[in-house]
């Protein structure tokens, strides 16, 4: 979930020791694979929800749709832009964040509103999602240059640990609180 070895940190440091700190380059890029890999899956499902609408409005059987191909950019870049700047309005990471343990948060900290999500996407496109990893990468404060341009950060934080509290079957099926 973490820089597997973080050069400021070393070998065998407390997970929990990385909270609120910047993520580096190897997590934020095993995140981008992750939702690089949820983008691509999630086309294809777009593509075939849209033939079943078609499908539906004609009352045919429905079938994956033959679109011009200017057509079918479009719908995979707002796939792509919605997927990005929608996770982080709503919940503040992807879920190639979610599983690497990090989110995206103002400098301050606070959660990032709509109008920054919007423009920390539209400058990942602009630099074709390769600028800024390589600025990530040579950058000593861990910022790329959509995190510069839209004031915003990627810090370690996992959720939240689970409760002690063993939930099971009571009398007669009902769910209730078991002794330990």
Same mark, same amino acid.
């Given at each position: 979930?973490?820089?597997?070895?973080?050069?400021? $940190?070393? &070998?065998?440091? +407390?997970?929990?020791?990385?909270?609120?700190?910047?993520?580096?380059?190897?997590?934020?890029?095993?995140? !981008?694979?992750?939702? %690089?890999?949820?983008?691509?899956?999630?086309? &294809?499902?777009?593509?075939?929800?849209? =033939?079943?609408?078609?499908? $539906?409005?004609? !009352?045919?059987?429905?079938?994956?749709?033959?679109? &011009?191909?200017?057509?079918?950019?479009?719908?995979?870049?707002?796939?792509?832009?919605?997927? %990005?700047?929608?996770?982080?309005?709503?919940?503040?990471?992807?879920?190639? #964040?979610?599983?690497?343990?990090?989110?995206? /948060?103002?400098?301050?900290?606070?959660?990032?509103?709509?109008?920054?999500?919007?423009?920390?996407?539209?400058?990942? %496109?602009?630099?074709? %999602? /390769?600028? =800024?990893?390589?600025?990530?990468? $040579?950058?000593?404060?861990?910022?790329?240059?959509? +995190?510069?341009?839209?004031?915003? #950060?990627?810090?370690?934080?996992?959720?939240?640990?689970?409760?002690?509290?063993? /939930?099971?079957?009571? &009398? =007669?099926?009902?769910?209730?609180? #078991?002794?330990?």
């Amino acid at each position: 979930m973490s820089d597997l070895v973080s050069d400021r $940190l070393g &070998p065998g440091t +407390d997970l929990d020791s990385l909270q609120g700190q910047r993520a580096g380059f190897v997590t934020r890029a095993a995140a !981008f694979v992750i939702d %690089f890999l949820v983008v691509v899956a999630g086309y &294809p499902a777009i593509m075939w929800g849209i =033939g079943v609408l078609i499908g $539906l409005v004609r !009352f045919e059987q429905p079938q994956y749709p033959e679109l &011009p191909d200017g057509l079918e950019l479009s719908i995979s870049a707002a796939w792509t832009w919605c997927y %990005f700047a929608g996770s982080w309005y709503a919940v503040g990471r992807t879920v190639g #964040q979610a599983v690497m343990g990090v989110r995206v /948060v103002g400098r301050g900290r606070f959660r990032v509103g709509l109008v920054r999500s919007l423009l920390r996407t539209w400058v990942m %496109f602009l630099t074709l %999602f /390769v600028v =800024g990893p390589v600025w990530l990468l $040579l950058s000593t404060s861990r910022l790329a240059i959509h +995190d510069r341009v839209a004031r915003t #950060q990627v810090i370690y934080e996992r959720s939240r640990k689970r409760s002690d509290l063993r /939930v099971g079957l009571g &009398p =007669g099926g009902t769910a209730g609180p #078991q002794p330990k």
